[in-house]
């Protein structure tokens, strides 16, 4: 048994005008009647929404999670880079040295992403939007596998992987050292049962590591939920 990638939500200050950016960046639709948010639909092999929500809460630290895009090549990506300033994204500076291949920008809600240099052979088989990227410990990485059913595609030290059967974009986590939790996460998964109901999927989930939290969300339908780093999740009710 496993559960369903619904949506990676973001939390953000204009969800509106995050939206209106990725859908010109990636050409995937915006969905109608979204409750607390705006929803992006892909037309390629992503399997998952993008949502945008609103949050009052200030930018503290780089996210946890953040977004690989690909270029055929180097004149690709200058061109992509080119087009994604004009969208509204600017460059950033987050440590990477000159001999660094990748383009660190942020988005207009300050969210880092990249732009691969081309010949990555990590992501040789991804589509455009080719890969999230997030901190996290190998146990994560396992225990994602296990939860969504997707097959580990990369385990090596500390690093791991995770695809769906169906393709799509690659999920990894770093591996170690990791940045001490010390806030709610501005972006997470929602998860759902493929099979049977919510209550059934949160025991199965706390068996393989997750725990059951509280952020204050009040009376809802939705389980919240954090994995083995202590990274927030929700658990949906089936369709």
């Known amino acids: ?4 990638l619904r949506a990676l939500c973001v939390d953000a200050h ?16 915006m969905a109608n009647n979204v409750q607390d948010g705006i929803a992006l639909l ?10 945008f929500q609103p949050t009052d809460e200030p930018k503290a630290a780089p996210n946890e999670m953040h977004f690989h895009l690909t270029s055929t090549s ?36 300050d969210n880092e992403f990249c732009v691969i240099e081309p ?14 990227t997030c901190e996290g410990s190998r146990q994560v990485g396992y225990f994602w596998s296990e939860a969504l059913g997707w097959p580990l595609v990369w385990d090596q030290g500390q690093e791991t992987a995770i695809r ?30 493929v099979d049977g109901d919510q209550d059934s999927e949160v025991g199965r989930l706390v068996s393989l590591g997750a725990t059951r939290i509280d952020i204050g969300q009040g009376e809802v339908s939705w389980v919240v939920m954090a994995d083995p780093d202590g990274h927030e999740f929700c658990v949906l009710t089936p369709r």
């Open 74 to 109: 180097l004149d690709d990506q200058q061109q992509t880079v080119a087009r994604l300033l004009s969208l509204g994204a600017r460059h950033i500076d987050v440590g990477q040295g000159p001999e660094d291949g990748h383009i660190v920008l942020a988005d207009p809600d």
């Open 14 to 29: 204009g969800p509106l005008r995050l939206a209106r950016f990725w859908v010109s960046v990636l050409g995937w639709e």
């Open 119 to 132: 010949g990555n052979n990590f992501l040789a088989d991804c589509g455009f939007f080719a890969e999230v």
């Open 42 to 51: 892909p037309t390629d092999d992503t399997g998952f929404l993008l949502r």
């Open 164 to 193: 769906s059967p169906r393709g799509g974009p690659k999920i990894s986590w770093g591996g170690p050292p990791l940045t001490p939790k010390t806030r709610k996460s501005p972006m997470h998964f929602d998860v759902a049962p």
């Open 1 to 4: 048994m496993a559960c369903d």
